[in-house]
């Protein structure tokens, strides 16, 4: 007569389960983050060390790790966590400023995030209360003329430099100043398009154009080079393929290159709306600021229109004098504001990039 045995455990069996590096890691970051939450108690959220907490989980999962894999697996095996989770450390390291940067914000924003705030201007508001439509709309009207205007200039010049340039004089030319355009201070964008419109209408004239014109100046050569690079990485024997059955040059490209490309140049333009959609010092000069609605970008006569980073500078560097806390929240507001703007265009681009990317049959 045969007994049955039981079927030995992971740990026994000398390795451990799937689940239990996440286990130990989750453990680890829960112990950390309540350690930091008893060293924070009376003080507000927004002074919780986030920072350090997540640095600290890791620390204790590092040693967690080591500890119980040598214990139910080997050394060798002991090692090998070990290295893992230092990879993930230094992955997290990395991450730690955008943590920051992220928690801070949605803390402090978080408390002006309400209708009122994208319902309402700050015409006459000179304390509590007011939003910030009116930088929301010019923003999002600025930032779109500037990528009108950008996309494709910067897609076609891009075209040219990897399907007709061909190394070629004007080719090297057109990279060596769009590589110095690279690095322009955006001071510099705003004060030459303020001075191009200052000879043609005027000294002192703002206007929304302005400021996307500014904003293009920046984006273009950020378009030019990203999606350069993106053409370049196609195989020629996609193109190879489409001349060989007489298709012409001009239709390779629109109907072969460009939808291969098509995720990375997406990702190209949103890195450059993401460069300049937060640019403060060259709205200044061009766009101005009001606390009124402004929808016309192209109206000389109080043409001047509000942005969001403008909007952040002008609530903290001239804050409400009977009320100088309700100015800050306001800056913190509109800070987040920008950030879910940015998120919402970068999701946009996936699906776009998603929607025209080559269709593949998989089995």
Do not use: C
């Not at 939450?37 to 204790?60: K, R, S, Y």
């Not at 378009?223 to 239709?251: C, H, Q």
């Amino acid at each position: 007569m045969t007994t049955a045995t039981a079927a030995p455990s992971a740990i026994t069996a000398g390795h451990l389960p799937r689940w239990a590096p996440w286990a130990l890691l989750g453990g680890s970051l829960l112990v950390s983050v309540a350690i930091f939450a008893t060293l924070n108690v009376g003080a507000p959220i927004a002074d919780f060390n986030i920072v350090g907490a997540l640095f600290v989980g890791m620390l204790i999962y590092i040693t967690f790790i080591v500890v119980i894999s040598s214990i139910a697996e080997s050394r060798r095996h002991a090692i090998d966590r070990l290295m893992t989770a230092l990879i993930a450390t230094a992955f997290v390291i990395a991450l730690l400023p955008l943590i920051s940067v992220l928690w801070t914000v949605v803390i402090n924003g978080i408390a002006r995030f309400d209708m009122e705030f994208f319902s309402f201007s700050m015409r006459n508001i000179i304390g509590e209360g007011g939003g910030a439509v009116h930088a929301i709309w010019g923003t999002l009207i600025i930032t779109g003329l500037a990528a009108v205007i950008s996309i494709p200039i910067g897609l076609m010049t891009s075209i040219y430099l990897v399907e007709y340039g061909s190394g070629g004089r004007l080719a090297k030319a057109i990279t060596f100043f769009v590589d110095v355009m690279t690095g322009i201070p955006s001071i510099v964008a705003g004060l030459f398009i303020y001075s191009v419109f200052a000879l043609l209408l005027g000294p002192g004239v703002r206007m929304g154009i302005m400021g996307a014109l500014a904003l293009s100046v920046l984006m273009i050569p950020v378009v030019v080079r990203g999606t350069e690079e993106m053409l370049r990485i196609v195989p020629n024997e996609l193109r190879e393929a489409s001349y060989a059955l007489g298709v012409p040059k001009w239709l390779t490209i629109v109907k072969v290159v460009l939808p291969t490309s098509i995720a990375g140049i997406m990702t190209s333009i949103m890195l450059s709306i993401a460069r300049v959609i937060g640019e403060t010092a060259p709205l200044l000069l061009t766009a101005g600021f009001t606390h009124n609605m402004q929808l016309n970008a192209f109206e000389q006569q109080n043409g001047q229109m509000m942005t969001l980073p403008v909007y952040v500078y002008n609530q903290v560097m001239y804050p409400s004098a009977s009320a100088p806390d309700a100015s800050i929240e306001r800056a913190w507001a509109a800070a987040l504001t920008l950030l879910v703007i940015v998120m919402a265009l970068n999701l946009l681009a996936r699906l776009i990039s998603r929607l025209f990317a080559p269709k593949t049959s998989g089995r």
